[in-house]
């Protein structure tokens, strides 16, 4: 069974940074893509950033050059690392798996993300 963890999220000022994790097991972690997705409060669920398992990377315009998505395959864990966040960052982050062999898709249980002065 798959699982997705999250951790790592938090109330922070603006201008101030979060490192997000996600520990994933059940699963061959090096052949999958992993992603960051995230709510806002009354929004729709949006993809933050992407990772594939050679480390081709994709972002949301909304977050380019603020945040940065990294993978450890040994660990089984992705982190997204946000720098001068924002209010209009605070979101539920969301991990996300999709295995391209069989198109299955698994989803964390989501981390608070709160960015307010």
């Known amino acids: 069974q798959v699982h997705l963890v999250e951790s790592g999220g938090g109330l922070v000022q603006p201008g101030e940074s979060l490192r997000l994790s996600c520990t994933a097991s059940?699963?061959?972690?090096?052949?999958?893509?992993m992603a960051w997705y995230r709510q806002g409060t009354g929004k729709q669920r949006e993809l933050v950033a992407t990772?594939?398992?050679?480390?081709?990377?994709d972002y949301a315009e909304a977050i380019k050059g603020r945040f940065t998505i990294s993978r450890d395959n040994p660990k089984n864990m992705v982190h997204l690392q946000m720098n001068r966040l924002k209010p209009e960052d605070s979101a539920v982050y969301y991990c996300?798996?999709?295995?391209?062999?069989?198109?299955?898709?698994?989803w964390g249980q989501g981390t608070q993300v709160t960015v307010s002065a």
């Open positions: 996300f798996c999709f295995d391209g062999r069989n198109d299955d898709d698994y």
């Open positions: 059940g699963i061959e972690f090096s052949f999958v893509d």
């Open positions: 990772i594939a398992p050679g480390n081709d990377t």
